[in-house]
């Protein structure tokens, strides 16, 4: 282990990460990112590097593609002042202060600690899945929904939480019909929601069914369902297909450090960044699982080097 304390160490890559990079780094913090190799299953840079157009990030009027972002995020990062690593951090030791990152067999101290590790969206892995993601399948439609390839098309939804309701909902303004696939005979979602859907006439509901498989070349043309019940399957004219089953936060490397909500996001103090451990904070997704949005992601991330600034100028 080195002797030498980093002021600021950044654990992720997303806009959450590289937006406090960049403040951390214009502030002389000399900040170190491990940007995760393959972390979570995505690549250095977060979920939008699955994505393909973004047309909701300001700035870019004609939109930029979510790699794109990424790769300009990062070298915005650096040039700011960050180094970036190109590592997976494997544990982190954050009951004495300075805090230990462990990466591979190296240890670094760090006066503080900005977590931006993301949530992961939650697949169903059909055969067809593979091929056709950001083909037609998307895992978020307020990011995806508005695209031209889904535009006038039969969309299908899969959940039956509040999530999949909102995301039905906003998808009928685009679609000609959406279709919600949802496993049992009743919704989790709450009333209101299921009102909504249940009443809107462009969404149908498919109760006890399930997806089994997408099919397409080069776009999604047909999804195959079954129904649960009776085993029944069946193969719909689709034209694009959304999860809507969850997420799940990227903090198992934390070992329960952190104070973690129900679902295992990272519970910050309202406004703030800040976690249950003083000088550990949390940006982004990891510990927004209302918004996940990349603008609200890189605002967050701001929010987290200047809350970790503050804490160094205590110390």
């Not at 180094?83 to 997976?88: G, H, L, N, R, S």
């Not at 083909?135 to 508005?146: E, F, L, Q, R």
């Not at 006038?152 to 039956?160: A, P, S, T």
């Not at 603008?295 to 991330?301: D, E, M, N, R």
Request: hydrophobic fraction near 40%.
């Amino acid at each position: 282990m080195s002797d030498k304390v980093e002021k600021v160490i950044i654990v992720g890559s997303g806009p959450a990460g590289h937006t406090s990079a960049i403040y951390a780094g214009r502030a002389l913090l000399e900040p170190i990112v491990y940007e995760g190799l393959m972390a979570g299953g995505v690549a250095a840079g977060g979920q939008l590097t699955t994505t393909t157009e973004v047309e909701n990030y300001p700035g870019f009027p004609k939109g930029i593609t979510g790699p794109e972002l990424m790769m300009a995020m990062r070298e915005q990062s650096i040039n700011c002042g960050a180094k970036v690593i190109t590592k997976t951090v494997d544990s982190v030791n954050l009951n004495t202060h300075p805090f230990t990152i462990t990466v591979q067999s190296e240890s670094l101290l760090t006066q503080t600690l900005i977590i931006a590790t993301g949530a992961t969206a939650k697949r169903l892995h059909v055969p067809g899945e593979k091929n056709l993601w950001q083909k037609g399948i998307s895992a978020c439609a307020v990011c995806d929904g508005g695209l031209p390839i889904f535009r006038d098309k039969h969309l299908f939804v899969v959940g039956g939480g509040d999530t999949a309701c909102e995301e039905a909902t906003f998808l009928a303004k685009f679609a000609s019909k959406v279709t919600m696939l949802v496993r049992k005979g009743e919704m989790r979602a709450s009333k209101i929601m299921q009102e909504r859907v249940l009443d809107h006439p462009k969404i149908n509901v498919l109760w006890q069914t399930v997806l089994e498989d997408v099919l397409g070349e080069n776009s999604v043309n047909a999804v195959t369902v079954k129904n649960v019940q009776n085993n029944e399957k069946s193969t719909l004219d689709a034209g694009g297909l959304f999860y809507a089953i969850g997420h799940e936060p990227n903090t198992e490397f934390l070992n329960n450090q952190v104070a973690l909500d129900e679902t295992g996001y990272i519970v910050t103090t309202p406004g703030t960044t800040l976690t249950s451990i003083p000088g550990v904070f949390a940006c982004g997704d990891v510990q927004d699982k209302k918004y996940r949005q990349a603008v609200s992601a890189a605002g967050s991330g701001c929010m987290a080097a200047m809350d970790a600034e503050h804490f160094l100028a205590t110390l």
